[in-house]
């Protein structure tokens, strides 16, 4: 049997990044991804670098928002690795950050806005809310019925087709291996280690990261623990291409939109718009198939696009495509290890384009050995309590 | 990639002349403005960014590699399915 002092389950930003922190720091690293590596929701999103805090954590009250400005101490790690990670790689991954408008069409999403703002620079954040004419002239193709924008000078966007495979290549590179096309069959523990095994592979490890995205849940019932993280489909949308017009991430305090261009001149737009997931002839979700497209999403999210940048009626939507990323429970990403079954750790949950380089960067550290406290707000332990009669 | 029409057996419509890039271009009504691009020997849709030219890939309007500029609008469309019209003129720089 293979032995490696850690196995990966995932082959997504997260697993990747982790695997060449790892095997930088002289781990024994094998990644076993059942697909292709960025064949999930890291190469499927909107490749958007959002460090204000998300719309989604301020539609469900008070405290859900107080724990999305938690987050902003890990954002602040992730402009620095997002800044340095080109440099890393010697690879150009179109990383763009020159800035994010979150804007505003209502009285009532401005007070939304400033209220975030302040809670936002409680936690360190600078964002600085501009009325409709300032925010217009910083970004003149906004609409003007835009009434108000946060500013983050930090925010952008980056290649989600680009920065998992060169994180792949730099583990490999770092002696990493990496096994495509491997399904994950059984995992047990035996004298203290886990050992997987799969088509083609048995392998022994002291540590064993489950970073799977939507999977992750799955992959962790084969160890006999409880993970709270659901599927989730989204929409994502691309125009052609046009000439520079939009240097910013653009995002919607009200609605659901995220807007950008890219690299190639693409405008991608999403915002989290529902696609609905396939099903398994006994009613559960069957993430092996496509997740259908529900007509009204792409309405909708054009329609939001189109209030806010006038100018996209003017292009060819080129691509519509679904994808299916992972929710948590309480919303926040699961990080960390897993109290009830040490040696067991988990990185799924969302947010994991922004921040899975933090993420990965700080569990290599806190894996051998090396604080992080960062990820405490983040940690297992606080389901703790599914797992009470399981592991 | 150019093409040859299909000589014998066939019944055409009128011949009619679009521009292309500025260059008139014979063809016939009832053809693709990609048809009488390619049947004209003019197999550049656009040049990606470092210059060189890209052709069209599906000809059905699915991939979007053959959008070309109407210059009397100024929208953006897909050149294997946009019918020719007689002086229709048409940019493909953009």
Sequence with gaps: ?391 | MSADRITQDVERGEPITIVIDGQQVACFAGETIATAMLAAGLDAFRTDQRGKPRGLLCNMGSCYECLVTDIATGRRIRACLAPAADGMEVSTRG
């Design chain 1, 1 to 391: 049997m293979e032995r490696a002092d850690v196995a990966i389950i995932g082959g997504g930003l997260v697993g990747c990044a982790t695997a060449w922190r790892l095997a930088r720091k002289g781990a024994s690293v094998v990644l076993i991804e059942a697909g292709d590596i960025n064949a999930g929701a890291s190469g499927q999103n909107a490749g958007s670098l959002h460090f204000q805090i998300e719309r989604r954590f301020l539609e469900n009250g008070d405290a859900l928002a107080e724990q999305g400005a938690q987050i902003v101490a890990l954002s602040r790690h992730a402009v620095i690795d997002w800044r340095t990670i080109e440099r890393e790689l010697e690879t150009d991954l179109h990383v763009a950050m020159h800035g994010g408008l979150m804007v505003a069409e209502t009285a009532e999403q401005v007070a939304l806005l400033e209220a975030k703002a302040a809670r936002e620079s409680r936690e360190g954040l600078t964002v600085r809310t501009l009325d409709g004419d300032e925010a217009r002239a910083m970004a003149p193709y906004l609409s003007s019925g835009i009434l108000a924008a946060n500013f983050s000078a930090d925010e952008g966007h980056a290649d989600p087709r680009a920065i998992t495979p060169a994180l792949a290549e730099a583990a490999r590179g770092e002696g990493a291996q990496v096994r495509t096309g491997t399904h994950v069959r059984a995992i047990t523990r035996e004298n203290g280690r886990f050992v997987i095994r799969g088509n083609g592979l048995a392998l022994s490890a002291d540590q064993l990261l489950v970073a799977a995205g939507a999977w992750s849940a799955d992959v962790c019932a084969l160890i006999n623990i409880h993970m709270p993280i659901y599927p989730v489909a989204l929409l994502m949308n691309a125009t052609e291409r046009a000439p520079p017009i939009i240097p910013h991430l653009v995002q919607h305090v009200g609605r659901r939109l995220s807007l950008k261009q890219t690299h190639a001149g693409n405008l991608l737009i999403g915002g989290g718009w529902p696609s609905r997931l396939a099903q398994t002839l006994h009613g559960g979700f069957d993430l092996s198939a496509k997740a259908q497209m529900i007509p009204e999403s792409l309405t909708g999210n054009l329609l939001a696009a189109r209030d806010v940048v006038p100018g996209v009626t003017r292009l060819n939507l080129i691509r519509s495509w679904t994808g299916v990323t992972a929710i948590t429970s309480d919303q926040l990403p699961i990080v960390g290890p897993v109290p009830r079954m040490p040696g067991l750790w988990v990185a799924a949950g969302g947010s994991a384009f922004t921040l899975g380089l933090t993420f990965a960067r700080l569990m290599a550290d806190a894996m051998t050995g090396d604080e992080a406290d960062e990820l405490s707000l983040l940690s297992p332990a606080r389901f703790e309590h599914l797992n009470g009669f399981m592991g």
